[in-house]
Nanobody, 125 residues
Framework: QVQVVESGGGLVQFGGSLRLSCAAS????????IGWFRQAPGKEREGVSC????????YTSDSAKGRFTISRDKAANTVYLQMTSLKPEDTAVYYC??????????????????WGQGTQVTVSS
């Protein structure tokens, strides 16, 4: 059974850092793209960053560029999102998602088939 599980969320102060983890089970990362998305109350779910697991090719949204870094550990079958210089507007539930693809990864949420339950990130000002 294909499954992704997020962890690592929490409460952090303005300017702080967090590292989110997305553990994959039921499949190996090769041949899949993993995306990180977030959803704040009353807002649409938006893409943050994604990675093509086969070669590590990544794409990051403008709002996260320079502050968030996505990476993967094939041996651990896990994808990470390192978040630095966090701002209150980064507060949201963060989700990881997986899609089977050989192409470049995308932040279009409808491309993704498997979603985790989400992890809350709260940035205080």
């Amino acid at each position: 059974q294909v499954q992704v599980v997020e962890s690592g969320g929490g409460l952090v102060q303005f300017g702080g850092s967090l590292r989110l983890s997305c553990a994959a089970s039921g499949f190996t990362l090769d041949g899949y793209a993993i995306g990180w998305f977030r959803q704040a109350p009353g807002k649409e779910r938006e893409g943050v960053s994604c990675i093509r697991s086969s070669d590590g090719n990544t794409y990051t949204s403008d709002s996260a560029k320079g502050r968030f870094t996505i990476s993967r550990d094939k041996a651990a079958n896990t994808v990470y999102l390192q978040m630095t210089s966090l701002k209150p507007e980064d507060t949201a539930v963060y989700y990881c998602a997986a899609t089977r693809t050989l192409g470049l990864c995308t932040l279009w949420k409808y491309e993704y088939d498997y979603w985790g339950q989400g992890t809350q990130v709260t940035v205080s000002s």
